[in-house]
Every structure is written in structure tokens, then in C-alpha cells.
């Protein structure tokens, strides 16, 4: 009886721990992605203070984007081999402090060095954090909470953003910065009590054998990365991650656009910042459909194996008109009070959704594209842990975010060049509008990828299996 009640309360603590682990690394995904959302919204108070044009600060956007991306490989290889809690405490320790320091830069190009740091320590976010949650999330779950760690990434995004919005205006563009370091100092505090999972605890395959107390030690290689890379479908979805993010990286200027809509209203650049920042989180609440689109990829998972890869193709197909039709509905007849009040500008808003045709059918349009889009990221990531061995889902994740960066980066240094020489034919807000809407045309070649991993998913999700049976049965002996 004893013995049973110390079986049930150790079960209880390791259920708990498991929850808080995967919790604190789902809110450091957030963190993560308010380090990057917190800069657009502040290119023009940055470009005031240090005499630049703000199209120059596309760089800027674009170094951290490499930088966190470059880096991730490592990371990810080095979680491979060894413990992953005190890897990722090394990564966190490097960013805050770097982000701190972009809080004290002088200059453009000091601003340029810290965020290229603060790139490279959070590259360990992404990877580790990748590598341990696909760890701990069971098959038949995969999909819907995976949902939540890219809906987590998603907001910290747009947390960054909105943040940068409300308090600039009202003390200066470096005080975002300084409370997201503070905030990173308090995760590395929370990363002592975490739990790292065993290798391969949530495969099918191979949970007899960790019940029975053995570890998977199979470990990556270098030698391996070639192998991985010879796979069709690791191929069209390293390629598809890229092309889509050359796409998605251009939309950190949507509240740019937001901006030059607004002030073409009449209304002052303080207000339109504030405005700004409401409207990028508000028209991004169809990526709260991402949980629904997880749990549907996982349905149609267990029917198909190319479940996965159909809706990430139909996902691409439906965003790309309806973020065009988007750009180009103006924002006429907008009754916004000329102050920086955060509350007042809210409400009104939200009453100009609700009682102007114009920025009701943008709401309408916005929330359908970001609803599609959502359904892409839960079952991206879900396709590189059901493509992929276990010690090698961590190098793959970083492979695809290098490319992934590398695509967001260029998206951003494309960006800059296209506006200036459209903005020699158009004024603002027109030349965002032609400018972010060349850059959907990416989205084409990404959904031909998803048809792609769709034909040739099935052969390799089936012989993944087999290799982690075979090795459970070997190894159990």
C-alpha cells in the first residue's frame, strides 16, 4: 500500500515536472520572437536618432535573422552529443546580455554588433528547445502541441512588437530592449528546475525499452549530415522553409505599412506607432487557429502519411491572395483621437472594426490569411520529427532554421532594395503595398515543395520506424 502510494505521488512529480518543462520552453519560444518583433516598430525612431534611412535597418533585422540561424546549427549539433539544460543556459545568458547591450548602443554599427551576439545566443532556443519538446510530446499529440510552441513564437512576435508600440512613444526605443533582458535573466534563474528527457522517450518504438530502464545512445555525426541530406523529403522541406521565408520575413514591415496608412489619414507618426502596433496584434489573431490545425494534421496523419504535406500545401494556397488583398484595401474614413494614450487608441480601433466597412473587410482579410498560414508551422515542424531519427531531429530543425533565416534575411535585404526603387514611381503607402506584394509570389514555389514532401514522406516516415524497431530490439538484448 505504501509502496503504491510512493509509486502514484512520484508519478504526480514527474507529470508536473514534464508539464513545467515543457511550459517554460514554450514561453522562452515567445521570448525568443519578441527579441526580433521588438525592433521593426522602432525602425523610424532608431533611424531618427542615429541620422540613417530607415530602409537601412532592414540590415539590421537581417543580421540577427543570420546570426540566430547560423548559430542554430551548432547549437543544435552540440545538443546531439551532449546535455541540453546547461547548453541552453549558455545560449540565454548570451542574449540578454546582448540585448542589454543593444539598449546602450551609440551608434548604427554598434547596434549592428549586438544584435549579431544576440543572434548568436538565441540560436540555442529554437534547436534545444525543438530537440527536448519533441522529447516529451507523445505521436498521437504532436501536431496540436507543437501548435502551440510555433503559436508561442508567433505572439512573441507580435508581444515585441506591441510593446515597442506603447512604450517608445512614451520614454525612447531602447527601453523595450532593456526589460526583454531582464526578462531573459529570469529564465536562466527557471532553466535550473527543468527536466531533460531521455533521447527518443516519446517514439513508439521505443518505449518498451526506456520503461525497462535503458538509454537510446545513438549519437549524430558529422557523417550522418550528409545522409540526411541525401533524403527527398528532408530535401523539399529544407527547400520549402526557404522559399516561405523569404515571404514571411518581409512581413515584419506590416506595421510600417500600418504606419504610412494611418499618417496618410491625417494622423501624427506618434499616433499611427501606437495604432500600428494594436492593428499588427489584432489582424493576427487567425494564428490562434494553429492548435486546430495541429490537431487536424494529426488526424489526417494517421490516415496518410501525407496528410501533413496536403494541408501545408492547402495552408499556402489559400494566404498568399488573401494577405494581397489585404495590402491594397486602404484605411479610409478612420476615426482615431490625435494622442498616444494607448487606451484611447485601442478602443477606438476596435470600434472602427466593428463600424467601418474598410477596416472590417482588412480584419476580415488579415485574420483568414493568418488563419491559413497557422496551419502551416505545427505540421512543419511535426514532418521534420516524423522524417527524422531522434539524435538527429535537432541538426535537421537548425539545417532548416539556417535556411529559414537565410530566406528571412534576404527577404528583409530584397525588401530594401525593392521599396527604394519602387518608392521612385510610388508614394507611401502605395510602394509598401506593390513592395510586400511581389514578395507573396515566394509562396508559389512553396507550395509546389509541400506537393513535393507529400509524394515521397510515406517511404520515409516508414523506414524511420523500422530503423528505431530494429535498434529497440538490438539494443534490448
Known sequence: MTKSGCGSMKLNKQKLMTIYTIFIFIALASLDNAVIGVIPPLFSSIAKDFNIEISGLGVVSAVTIIATSVSSLVWGYLAGKYRRKRLIIIGTLIWSASVYFTAHSRNYHELIVYQLLTGIGLGCIASIGFSVLTDYIPKKWLGMLMSLWGLSQGFGGIAGSVMASLIAPNADWRTPFKIISILGTVFIFLYFFIKEPEKGAAEPELKQLIEEGYEYNYKIKISHIFDILKKKSTKWLLMQGFFMS?????????????????????????????????????????????????????????????GRAFLGAASMAVAMPLYIAMFFVPMNNLQLPDSTNPIEVFWSLIKDILTNPWMLSIFILAVGATMAQSAHSPNWLALITDLNLPEHRATVFSLSNLLNGIGKALGNVLLGFVLAFVSLKFDQPENYIVTLTIFQLFLIPSFICYMMISKCSGRDIRNIKSILKKRSRAQAR
Open 246 to 306: 523569404i515571404t514571411m520575413g518581409t512581413l515584419v514591415w506590416l506595421p510600417t505599412l500600418y504606419i504610412a496608412k494611418i499618417e496618410v489619414q491625417g494622423y501624427s507618426s506618434d499616433t499611427a506607432l501606437v495604432a500600428a502596433g494594436y492593428l499588427y496584434a489584432i489582424l493576427q489573431l487567425g494564428g490562434l487557429f494553429s492548435v486546430y490545425f495541429g490537431y487536424l494534421g494529426d488526424k489526417l496523419q494517421k490516415r496518410t502519411y501525407r
